[in-house]
């Protein structure tokens, strides 16, 4: 998945909390070197491993099966079963929709939501999808994918987005704190005092600010069960967990725009084993293909691909297609 480099406003931690949790994380190693990702410098490696896009951004490809998918914008959530799930949007972000789609290109519409508010959980059975609201109230609705029906809703004060789901658990990431909700039980408890953006329930862990990060605010990853805290940065965010979250890649903590320049890889305790940067450009879909092997969707200068990286050696993991140009707005 994309990350999304969202901004959010929180309230501020207690001055003691924060100094004491600071003093538990040693400060990271100094970074390595960066590797500059270029399609000349890169010998060319195996093609990427399971379902994924094709560098037409349309195309989903898995092995020896390839299905188009028709939209101005198409976003892969994910496998369910012998089935795919993807979202369309048209050129201006808007007219969300979430299908499932069979190897013969036949879809199934499962909601109508924007792709990039909504999570697909692990195991494909669940679509988790978000809509805010023009008073920051937020409808998050929990879909069976096999079926495409909708199985529950929950309404919410605030602007609550869905970070991972796994079975009726659902984690959500607020404004002002990072919440568990029980789709089936209908109970909501509060993990964290911080806003989550990013967690994995699977692996007990989620990433949360401190307060807005254009504010001063500082990035902290915890268990979501005992509240632990394993690693702590004001100059970073995360952008992926691995599978079994012993690994994170992180970009710069104010990151927006269409994407960072600089992608950096650390064990979940910070650990530094890896930057990776493209001039001129910016990076994509950032996401973990194995335990140790990170994959980049890199948009250069003139030619864009897919790279592998292992802390420091990367190689070409696609094609080479154009870049995607930024268009002016009128």
């Not at 959010?8 to 070197?33: D, E, I, M, S, Y």
């Not at 195309?59 to 079963?81: E, F, N, P």
């Not at 691909?305 to 080479?320: I, Q, V, W, Y």
Request: proline share 4%; hydrophobic share 40%; with cysteine.
């Amino acid at each position: 998945m994309r990350p999304l480099y969202r901004p959010l406003t929180a309230t501020l931690a207690a001055t003691l909390a924060a100094a004491a949790a600071a003093t538990l994380v040693a400060a990271p190693a100094q970074a390595k070197p960066a590797i500059t990702l270029t399609p000349g410098g890169l010998d060319r490696g195996a093609d990427v491993a399971g379902p994924h896009l094709d560098g037409d951004g349309h195309t989903i490809v898995d092995g020896s099966v390839r299905v188009k998918v028709s939209g101005a914008q198409v976003r892969l959530l994910g496998k369910s079963g012998a089935t795919y799930v993807a979202g369309t949007t048209n050129e201006r972000g808007g007219n969300g929709r979430v299908y499932r789609v069979a190897a013969d290109g036949s879809k199934t519409l499962i909601a109508k939501a924007h792709p990039f508010m909504s999570v697909l959980s692990a195991d494909g059975a669940t679509l988790v999808t978000t809509k805010v609201g023009r008073t920051s109230r937020s409808l998050v609705s929990v879909y069976d994918v096999a079926t495409a029906t909708l199985e529950v809703e929950g309404n919410f004060r605030d602007y609550a987005i869905a970070l991972d789901v796994q079975g009726d658990r659902v984690l959500l990431g607020t404004t002002k704190k990072t919440l568990l909700w029980d789709s089936q039980a209908h109970d909501v408890a509060t993990v964290s005092r911080d806003p989550g953006y990013n967690g994995d329930l699977a692996a007990d862990v989620m990433a949360t600010f401190t307060k807005d990060p254009y504010d001063g605010g500082c990035t902290e990853v915890r268990r979501i069960v005992s509240g632990e805290l394993l690693w702590r940065s004001c100059t970073e965010q995360v952008a992926a967990f691995n599978a079994d979250a012993s690994r994170i890649a992180t970009v710069g903590i104010l990151s927006d725009g269409p994407g960072p320049g600089r992608v950096d890889a650390r064990t979940i305790s910070g650990q530094h084993l890896g930057r990776y940067q493209v001039r001129s450009g910016w990076f994509g879909e950032i996401r973990w293909e194995t335990p140790t092997a990170l994959l980049l969707d890199v948009n250069g200068a003139r030619k864009a691909f897919t790279a592998r990286c292992t802390a420091n050696a990367c190689e070409r993991a696609s094609s080479l297609h154009p870049a995607q140009t930024l268009r002016a707005q009128s």
